[in-house]
């Protein structure tokens, strides 16, 4: 039997592992040439199974930003104030990540990397 | 949660061996895989029909819509729904906070350092930039549910606050500050549905709609749309009702944008409008649509699924005249609705006072 958590896991590995690669990966539907938001068993707008995946330019736009300044775990005390945005990805697909402070909704802006503990995330900054 | 059943019991006029449905609300301090049997066994309760519910914070209103269908269908004649936790003193306040930051999305948010905080504060900045709405907007509703909250033996908080508090207290996940979030509170709540009208004041349940768009707040399309209004459209479908014939409310706040998107989404306020509502004195206890007269999530308390019951036990008061101090005009329809996650689970309710 398998473990369901790891099944549920193991559907955003291309997007993990992109990340210790330093690429944006997304989903892709061929059917309907969509991005998704999320990894899916099958495309959010078409319903087609098994979207792949593709590469993102990393450029987007920002949709919503906050600074938390009550980190959920001590994990991420240290880095408290931090900025979280959802960026709208060039190619349609929504995704958190951490961002540059001072960063407003509708400003351009392109992923970098960085490692916090044993994990790569997401920075978003400024683009130009 | 004995002491909130018995309490039910005692209202509806009913014996514990006239109670043949159970629905029990989830509990994060007691992830039990049977909760309701838990619970009927501790309260000696023997029903035909029972178990645990999860729906987030829509839980409370979720039960009470199946609780309808099953006395409807002729399935059970008297269904309990019944929710409690000791979510602030079962757990330390870390624990807590990080158990709540797993309604995230397990490979694109949590790992963020994202708290559930963090998915509204998220949430507000897009709705404020869309809907042109402001931090001193959000901060009426706050005033609002703390000065409703002064009137209840029973709330978490009743230090008197203003405007200008909120504005100042401490940032947590901005737009958001301290008190534009609920506390994490313990508390039980219990609400017995009946096929036949109990004696007295009779309050049906005539209308039940929900809606479930998505999980997570990244997934979350459109902030204009986030399936409340669908979720109310068919429950005053069914009503046959509008919002013009509502004259109380009880919506859900977890935080001062959950409260102040739902009624614009809804129908309770115009696009940006809500904020001067609460400022006109329409949603106060003596205005024309009373809001949340306990004190809502914000005020009252959030103990988990009972304090999303908590809004219907209060229109449930209001309706039958045992509101106390904080008696409003005898309502004729009240609307309620509760969202759980990040507008992720919708469900309203439409009571109406009968004889």
């Given at each position: 039997m398998t473990n369901n958590q790891s099944v549920m896991t193991s559907l955003a590995q291309p997007y993990l592992e992109g990340l210790t690669e330093h690429v944006l990966r997304y989903q892709h539907c061929s059917a309907c040439a969509r991005a998704q938001t999320f990894a899916h068993d099958a495309c959010q707008f078409c319903g087609a199974e098994s979207p792949g995946w593709h590469t993102s330019t990393g450029r987007g736009h920002v949709h919503a930003v906050t600074v938390v300044g009550r980190a959920p775990s001590e994990a991420f005390r240290s880095l408290a104030p931090y900025t979280l945005v959802v960026v709208t990805l060039e190619e349609g697909a929504r995704l958190m990540g951490h961002a540059t402070p001072g960063v407003q909704i509708g400003d351009a802006v392109t992923a970098t990397f960085f490692k916090h503990l044993d994990q790569t995330l997401v920075r978003f900054e400024p683009l130009g | 949660m004995a002491q909130a059943a018995s309490g039910a019991l005692t209202s509806a006029g009913l014996v514990r061996a006239e109670i043949d449905g159970v629905l029990c609300g989830y509990a994060t301090t007691l992830p039990h895989l049977m909760l309701a049997n838990l619970f009927c066994e501790r309260f000696s309760l023997r029903p035909q029909y029972a178990h645990g519910m999860a729906a987030g914070g829509a839980t409370g209103a979720a039960m009470l819509m199946l609780a309808r269908e099953l006395v409807q269908s002729g399935r059970c004649r008297n269904v309990l729904v019944v929710a409690g936790e000791n979510r602030l003193s079962g757990q330390t306040r870390d624990s807590s906070i990080q158990t709540l930051a797993q309604v995230g999305h397990a490979d694109f948010e949590v790992p963020n350092g994202a708290s559930v905080p963090a998915y509204y504060g998220l949430m507000a900045s897009r709705y404020m930039h869309e809907a042109g709405i402001t931090n001193e907007d959000l901060a009426e509703f706050a005033v609002l549910m703390r000065n409703n909250a002064r009137r209840h033996p029973d709330s978490h908080l009743t230090q008197e606050i203003t405007v200008a508090d909120v504005l100042a207290s401490k940032p947590i996940a901005e737009p958001l500050r301290l008190l534009d979030c609920c506390p994490i509170s313990d508390g039980a709540m219990a609400l017995i549905v009946s096929s036949e009208p109990s004696v007295g004041v009779r309050v049906k349940m005539v209308g039940a709609g929900q809606a479930h768009f998505h999980q997570h707040l990244t997934a979350l399309q459109d902030v204009m749309n986030t399936g409340a209004g669908s979720a109310a459209k068919l429950a005053f479908q069914e009503a046959g009702l509008t919002t013009n014939d509502i004259d109380y409310l009880g919506v859900y706040d977890s935080f001062t944008i959950t409260l102040l998107m739902l009624l614009e989404e809804i129908g309770f306020a115009a696009r940006g409008q809500a904020a001067q509502r609460v400022r006109q004195g329409d949603?106060?206890?003596?205005?024309?649509l009373p809001l949340n007269t306990h004190g809502g999530l914000l005020s009252f308390g959030h103990c988990g699924v009972a304090g999303g019951m908590a809004h219907t036990v209060e229109a449930y008061r209001q309706f039958t005249g045992q509101a106390g101090v904080r008696q409003v005009k005898t309502p004729t329809h009240a609307y309620i609705h509760a969202d759980g996650g990040v507008m992720s689970s919708h469900v309203s309710l439409i009571l109406s006072r009968e004889g």
């Amino acid at each position: 039997m398998t473990n369901n958590q790891s099944v549920m896991t193991s559907l955003a590995q291309p997007y993990l592992e992109g990340l210790t690669e330093h690429v944006l990966r997304y989903q892709h539907c061929s059917a309907c040439a969509r991005a998704q938001t999320f990894a899916h068993d099958a495309c959010q707008f078409c319903g087609a199974e098994s979207p792949g995946w593709h590469t993102s330019t990393g450029r987007g736009h920002v949709h919503a930003v906050t600074v938390v300044g009550r980190a959920p775990s001590e994990a991420f005390r240290s880095l408290a104030p931090y900025t979280l945005v959802v960026v709208t990805l060039e190619e349609g697909a929504r995704l958190m990540g951490h961002a540059t402070p001072g960063v407003q909704i509708g400003d351009a802006v392109t992923a970098t990397f960085f490692k916090h503990l044993d994990q790569t995330l997401v920075r978003f900054e400024p683009l130009g | 949660m004995a002491q909130a059943a018995s309490g039910a019991l005692t209202s509806a006029g009913l014996v514990r061996a006239e109670i043949d449905g159970v629905l029990c609300g989830y509990a994060t301090t007691l992830p039990h895989l049977m909760l309701a049997n838990l619970f009927c066994e501790r309260f000696s309760l023997r029903p035909q029909y029972a178990h645990g519910m999860a729906a987030g914070g829509a839980t409370g209103a979720a039960m009470l819509m199946l609780a309808r269908e099953l006395v409807q269908s002729g399935r059970c004649r008297n269904v309990l729904v019944v929710a409690g936790e000791n979510r602030l003193s079962g757990q330390t306040r870390d624990s807590s906070i990080q158990t709540l930051a797993q309604v995230g999305h397990a490979d694109f948010e949590v790992p963020n350092g994202a708290s559930v905080p963090a998915y509204y504060g998220l949430m507000a900045s897009r709705y404020m930039h869309e809907a042109g709405i402001t931090n001193e907007d959000l901060a009426e509703f706050a005033v609002l549910m703390r000065n409703n909250a002064r009137r209840h033996p029973d709330s978490h908080l009743t230090q008197e606050i203003t405007v200008a508090d909120v504005l100042a207290s401490k940032p947590i996940a901005e737009p958001l500050r301290l008190l534009d979030c609920c506390p994490i509170s313990d508390g039980a709540m219990a609400l017995i549905v009946s096929s036949e009208p109990s004696v007295g004041v009779r309050v049906k349940m005539v209308g039940a709609g929900q809606a479930h768009f998505h999980q997570h707040l990244t997934a979350l399309q459109d902030v204009m749309n986030t399936g409340a209004g669908s979720a109310a459209k068919l429950a005053f479908q069914e009503a046959g009702l509008t919002t013009n014939d509502i004259d109380y409310l009880g919506v859900y706040d977890s935080f001062t944008i959950t409260l102040l998107m739902l009624l614009e989404e809804i129908g309770f306020a115009a696009r940006g409008q809500a904020a001067q509502r609460v400022r006109q004195g329409d949603f106060s206890q003596g205005g024309v649509l009373p809001l949340n007269t306990h004190g809502g999530l914000l005020s009252f308390g959030h103990c988990g699924v009972a304090g999303g019951m908590a809004h219907t036990v209060e229109a449930y008061r209001q309706f039958t005249g045992q509101a106390g101090v904080r008696q409003v005009k005898t309502p004729t329809h009240a609307y309620i609705h509760a969202d759980g996650g990040v507008m992720s689970s919708h469900v309203s309710l439409i009571l109406s006072r009968e004889g």
